[in-house]
């Protein structure tokens, strides 16, 4: 789905102590840098130069694969802007998922810049410093529509219907002209709180004249425009009024809107609202405070106080719709959770989209759900329970016409999406020389007349892992994912300095191989073996003649011998020799 890693740290020191010259740019001109978020879909990070001074727009995560054992989030490599430090004026936030703000409690301490973003993002943002010990005075709230300045770069945010409340499209004038980046955005003219995206104000960009636009290319295989959020309310009320027993609702925590809608269905269908997992709370509840969801008080019950009230009369609004693995939805359908026990008559609704890459989990859950006697709803068998917030190509043509840039480049999408999109782009006017397909790392410069790419600069993925940020490199992770397969075998022995004998041992260890109190005649035939290899050497082992083979050696190539011939497996084999 996204650009395969690319790290650093493996490279051979040769190359590590070559020192990095950028190739000559003209300071004048506005240089385009994705560290992140273009050629795939995730940690988005936008760098923005011009006269030696640098802007971030975006600052997001990804979420490991099953490639990524042990991994908690991946972030941007931000390696390229260590000697820049300095000169970064400001990171700007579009909008408050966490594909664009989720690595900045890790990269932001590296800057300590102001941070500008509306108040919900910056709400969320405010969670997030709490949390990693932050200083929050660094958090500049603007307004939609009021410009700020943050070195030479004169910025404006511009309101964008997305899945989330308070998104931006972002313009930024500079002495070149002005490029607008939309963020993620559709147009949705039915919003369920009237905020329409600010139309009014990209015509006017665009009658002023619009240098370059970077527009979210992630729907752009989809023909026609986006369906408003209002069209999910039927769905809801359809499914909540049919459902004879207790309703729970799972849909991303940071979608207001969407929550709005099930609490008002629940609400008209006489049903008690719970909030439920951590992030739904925490959300919901900077939600209210800043207005951006109205839930009447006395409708909130807590989850102790399901059992007050008869099943058909509450609704769980639930995080966990993508089958995560540790989510309180995962722990309901297992039967495992202390307060919700669902079956005969319940009802689960799954009001998002089976992210790609999540399918397996998904259905994993669905099946679990079914099995305890439950009924699930979700997109795939009633596609009017989700609507996505992304811009369609209708949309996307929409933006182009309305800005009428320039030049452009697509954004925020696998290299596919941003090829279509640059030739839809192309449809609409843009000239092909004016347009082009950048991905991570490459450092585009564009000035009144052209636009190219210069170099590809240092980039790629850090995987964060418990309080290591950086640590685990390919090497490490090559190791994970050997271990998580084949698990590990460990030997011990004793051996004599001189003569190689074996003196004790050897003694064997597995984990994650064969289950050792089961299976003690492999054990002691496996122990046979390693006994055997160091008694005879290294003859017939398959070694070349000139090296130089210890008691380790051998026992590691006995294990290697054994398992392959036995099983057919391959095990990490971690020799542990003693020598006297
Ligand atoms: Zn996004
Ligand atoms: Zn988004």
């Given at each position: 789905?996204?650009?395969?890693?690319?790290?650093?740290?493996?490279?051979?020191?040769?190359?590590?102590?070559?020192?990095?010259?950028?190739?000559?740019?003209?300071?004048?001109?506005?240089?385009?840098?994705?560290?992140?978020?273009?050629?795939?879909?995730?940690?988005?990070?936008?760098?923005?130069?011009?006269?030696?001074?640098?802007?971030?727009?975006?600052?997001?995560?990804?979420?490991?694969?099953?490639?990524?054992?042990?991994?908690?989030?991946?972030?941007?490599?931000?390696?390229?802007?260590?000697?820049?430090?300095?000169?970064?004026?400001?990171?700007?936030?579009?909008?408050?998922?966490?594909?664009?703000?989720?690595?900045?409690?890790?990269?932001?301490?590296?800057?300590?810049?102001?941070?500008?973003?509306?108040?919900?993002?910056?709400?969320?943002?405010?969670?997030?410093?709490?949390?990693?010990?932050?200083?929050?005075?660094?958090?500049?709230?603007?307004?939609?529509?009021?410009?700020?300045?943050?070195?030479?770069?004169?910025?404006?945010?511009?309101?964008?219907?997305?899945?989330?409340?308070?998104?931006?499209?972002?313009?930024?004038?500079?002495?070149?002209?002005?490029?607008?980046?939309?963020?993620?955005?559709?147009?949705?003219?039915?919003?369920?709180?009237?905020?329409?995206?600010?139309?009014?104000?990209?015509?006017?960009?665009?009658?002023?004249?619009?240098?370059?636009?970077?527009?979210?290319?992630?729907?752009?295989?989809?023909?026609?425009?986006?369906?408003?959020e209002q069209s999910v309310r039927?769905a809801l009320?359809?499914?909540?009024?049919?459902?004879?027993?207790?309703?729970?609702?799972?849909?991303?925590?940071?979608?207001?809107?969407r929550?709005?809608q099930?609490?008002?269905?629940?609400?008209?269908?006489?049903?008690?609202?719970?909030?439920?997992?951590?992030?739904?709370?925490?959300?919901?509840?900077?939600?209210?405070?800043?207005?951006?969801?109205?839930?009447?008080?006395?409708?909130?019950?807590?989850?102790?106080?399901?059992?007050?009230?008869?099943?058909?009369?509450?609704?769980?609004?639930?995080?966990?719709?993508?089958?995560?693995?540790?989510?309180?939805?995962?722990?309901?359908?297992?039967?495992?959770?202390?307060?919700?026990?669902?079956?005969?008559?319940?009802?689960?609704?799954?009001s998002?989209?089976?992210?790609?890459?999540?399918?397996?989990?998904?259905?994993?859950?669905?099946?679990?759900?079914?099995?305890?006697?439950?009924?699930?709803?979700?997109?795939?068998?009633?596609?009017s329970i989700h609507v996505?917030?992304?811009?369609?190509?209708?949309?996307?043509?929409?933006?182009?016409?309305?800005?009428?840039?320039?030049?452009?480049?697509?954004?925020?999408?696998?290299?596919?999406?941003?090829?279509?999109?640059?030739?839809?782009?192309?449809?609409?006017?843009?000239?092909?020389?004016?347009?082009?397909?950048?991905?991570?790392?490459?450092?585009?410069?564009?000035?009144?007349?052209?636009?190219?790419?210069?170099?590809?600069?240092?980039?790629?993925?850090?995987?964060?892992?418990?309080?290591?940020?950086?640590?685990?490199?390919?090497?490490?992770?090559?190791?994970?994912?050997?271990?998580?397969?084949?698990?590990?075998?460990?030997?011990?022995?004793?051996?004599?300095?001189?003569?190689?004998?074996?003196?004790?041992?050897?003694?064997?260890?597995?984990?994650?191989?064969?289950?050792?109190?089961?299976?003690?005649?492999?054990?002691?035939?496996?122990?046979?073996?390693?006994?055997?290899?160091?008694?005879?050497?290294?003859?017939?082992?398959?070694?070349?003649?000139?090296?130089?083979?210890?008691?380790?050696?051998?026992?590691?190539?006995?294990?290697?011998?054994?398992?392959?011939?036995?099983?057919?497996?391959?095990?990490?084999?971690?020799?542990?020799?003693?020598?006297?």
């Amino acid at each position: 789905m996204s650009a395969p890693p690319e790290s650093r740290q493996i490279d051979d020191d040769q190359e590590q102590e070559e020192v990095y010259v950028p190739v000559p740019h003209n300071p004048e001109a506005l240089q385009i840098l994705p560290l992140g978020g273009l050629g795939e879909i995730g940690m988005n990070l936008m760098v923005y130069e011009t006269r030696g001074k640098l802007l971030l727009v975006d600052c997001g995560l990804t979420f490991p694969s099953h490639e990524n054992p042990g991994v908690d989030v991946i972030i941007p490599d931000i390696s390229y802007l260590q000697e820049r430090k300095d000169d970064v004026v400001g990171i700007v936030l579009t909008h408050g998922h966490e594909d664009h703000i989720g690595a900045l409690p890790f990269i932001w301490p590296e800057f300590k810049c102001p941070v500008f973003g509306t108040s919900f993002t910056l709400g969320l943002v405010g969670l997030k410093f709490q949390e990693h010990k932050l200083d929050a005075n660094y958090l500049r709230e603007v307004r939609h529509r009021e410009g700020f300045q943050a070195g030479p770069f004169n910025l404006t945010l511009y309101y964008m219907t997305h899945s989330i409340v308070d998104a931006s499209a972002l313009a930024i004038r500079t002495h070149l002209g002005t490029v607008i980046h939309t963020g993620d955005f559709k147009f949705d003219h039915t919003p369920i709180d009237g905020r329409i995206s600010d139309l009014f104000s990209m015509a006017k960009l665009g009658e002023e004249g619009v240098l370059c636009l970077l527009s979210d290319s992630t729907n752009v295989t989809h023909t026609g425009s986006a369906l408003s959020e209002q069209s999910v309310r039927p769905a809801l009320d359809e499914v909540m009024g049919r459902a004879k027993g207790l309703v729970v609702t799972a849909t991303f925590s940071s979608n207001i809107l969407r929550i709005q809608q099930i609490v008002d269905s629940a609400v008209a269908h006489g049903r008690k609202v719970v909030l439920n997992g951590r992030s739904m709370e925490s959300n919901v509840s900077v939600a209210r405070e800043l207005g951006f969801i109205k839930i009447p008080p006395e409708s909130l019950i807590t989850v102790k106080q399901v059992k007050e009230h008869a099943r058909d009369k509450v609704c769980i609004v639930s995080t966990g719709s993508q089958g995560e693995p540790n989510s309180s939805l995962m722990r309901i359908a297992h039967g495992e959770h202390k307060e919700i026990k669902l079956g005969q008559d319940d009802m689960v609704i799954l009001s998002s989209k089976f992210i790609p890459g999540n399918e397996g989990a998904i259905w994993g859950l669905i099946n679990l759900l079914y099995d305890a006697g439950v009924d699930v709803v979700h997109e795939k068998d009633m596609p009017s329970i989700h609507v996505s917030g992304h811009a369609p190509q209708d949309d996307l043509k929409m933006m182009l016409a309305l800005t009428r840039p320039e030049f452009f480049i697509p954004l925020h999408g696998e290299p596919r999406h941003l090829h279509l999109h640059r030739r839809l782009a192309i449809s609409m006017g843009v000239k092909d020389h004016k347009t082009l397909v950048a991905e991570n790392g490459d450092r585009v410069e564009l000035d009144a007349e052209s636009v190219r790419i210069l170099e590809r600069v240092a980039h790629g993925r850090v995987f964060v892992d418990g309080k290591g940020v950086g640590d685990i490199c390919d090497i490490v992770m090559r190791d994970r994912r050997h271990l998580s397969q084949d698990g590990m075998v460990a030997v011990v022995m004793v051996v004599e300095k001189d003569t190689g004998k074996l003196l004790e041992g050897p003694e064997i260890l597995t984990r994650g191989v064969i289950h050792e109190d089961e299976n003690p005649i492999f054990l002691d035939e496996m122990r046979q073996a390693v006994a055997e290899a160091i008694k005879i050497g290294p003859k017939g082992m398959d070694f070349n003649e000139d090296e130089e083979v210890g008691a380790n050696d051998l026992a590691v190539r006995a294990i290697r011998r054994f398992f392959k011939k036995r099983l057919g497996r391959r095990p990490v084999v971690l020799p542990m020799v003693m020598e006297m």
